[in-house]
């Protein structure tokens, strides 16, 4: 079973299987052009500006791939979890994942990826989203939980607010504090929109 995709380019897809195999598809032929194999499934996926594709896998793993020619350029144990999302900063510098295992990590892109922020948000970490547009004084990062849990890390606190459902995916569609605004994506009540003047916030 396929379990993740995203576009390389405006004909070439990237998609993770459950055995593992990461696969360069050509949209048009539907034709696999290059195939990877990977110990673990394949969770979660993206590509990055620099021509990067990183992958997370059911074990922790994360792998960066040049996405022209699909050579494995670094590999290192990123989680101890399931990890469930991969989302590239908007400069393309920088890539966050969220894991089973509670923690969200920044990582510097490049090659050789390096790890720059580590935190825990307690257990199942099932989405993450952040942004780091020019003039933002910090990161602005939001997670979805599996208790239902919304939060985002705001740099000078974090705001949370918990809802009766858990929380599938989560995209940041307005960065603008205070009135930032989420789209959430439940299970069980839909599509919600969720602006952070509802939510408590807890300064740090």
Known sequence: ???CVAWIDSVFLAVGSENGDVMKVNSI??????RMSNRGAITALTKGQDNNLVTGNATGVISVYDARDMRLHYTTKGH???IRGIKFSDNGQYFLTVSDDGHYRKWKSGTEIVSIENRSLGDWILCGDFT??????FDIKAFGKRNGRVIINAGFGDYTLVLNSLI?????????LPSLVLALGTHGEGIQLLNAKAMKLKSK
């Open 1 to 3: 079973p396929l379990t």
């Open 29 to 34: 032929t539907g034709d696999i052009v290059s």
């Open 80 to 82: 101890k979890g399931w």
């Open 132 to 137: 780091n547009s020019p003039g933002q004084k």
């Open 168 to 176: 599938n995916c989560i995209g940041i569609i307005r960065s603008e």
